[in-house]
Structures are given as structure tokens and as C-alpha cells.
């Protein structure tokens, strides 16, 4: 098992950039990792995954292009650039473990941080 808590959320302008990381503890590198986003009123939703090598990534078409997931296995972390960010990217960020090599979908993570804010103003 891993257990995970985020960081680095906050407030930027459209087109400004932020980063948010995911530090985990447990056997990080067994696990696939993801980060979603739910805004206010709407269901969470995919935003990036990451394979356990880190070798594999896949995102959403909204966000492809601008964002950029990675992770470090040797420092446990996750992280997702974000950049020309938008206001519809506002949302809460959370980031997830899956017990298998690459997950893309909800079900599939059984682990799941408590969230970050994002908040872009236009």
C-alpha cells in the first residue's frame, strides 16, 4: 500500500503555469500512478497517468500539449506540469495509485490522495 498527499496547488492567471507533486510512502514503484481533477458540480475526471517505469504516459485530449506528468521512483514523487493553463482547469487535483503497470481509469486506482486547489483566473 502507499499513501499519498499532494502539493503545491494555488491560484495563477490563464496562461501561467503551476505544479503540483505527489509525495508517497510505501512500494511506490509497483504502483501506476494518475492524477484526475474534479471542478465544482462535476464528476472527477482523467487528467494524466504515468507507468510504474515512468516510461509510458497518457493524457486527456483537454489537457494534451500542456500538461507534462513525471515521477521519480528513487524520491517517491509524482508531479504534473501544468502550463497555459486555462479557466476551465480549475478544479481540485488529485493524485492516485494503481496496482497495476498503467491505469487510465478511475476504477482502476485504489489509492487516492486528499486533493490539491487549483484555481485559474481569466
Known amino acids: 500500500q502507499v499513501q499519498l498527499v499532494e502539493s503545491g496547488g494555488g491560484l495563477v492567471q490563464a496562461g501561467g503555469s503551476l505544479r503540483v507533486s505527489c509525495a508517497a510512502s510505501g512500494t511506490f514503484s509497483r504502483y501506476a500512478m494518475g492524477w484526475f481533477r474534479q471542478a465544482v458540480g462535476k464528476e472527477r475526471t482523467f487528467v494524466a497517468a504515468v507507468s510504474r517505469s515512468g516510461g509510458n504516459t497518457f493524457y486527456a485530449d483537454s489537457v494534451k500539449g500542456r500538461f507534462t506528468i513525471s515521477r521519480d521512483n528513487a524520491k517517491n514523487t509524482v508531479s504534473l506540469q501544468m502550463n497555459s493553463l486555462k479557466a476551465e482547469d480549475t478544479a481540485v487535483y488529485y493524485c492516485?495509485?494503481?496496482?497495476?503497470?498503467?491505469?487510465?481509469?478511475?476504477?482502476?486506482?485504489?489509492?487516492w490522495g486528499q486533493g490539491t486547489q487549483v484555481t485559474v483566473s481569466s
Open positions: 492516485a495509485a494503481a496496482p497495476l503497470i498503467i491505469a487510465t481509469m478511475d476504477h482502476q486506482y485504489d489509492t
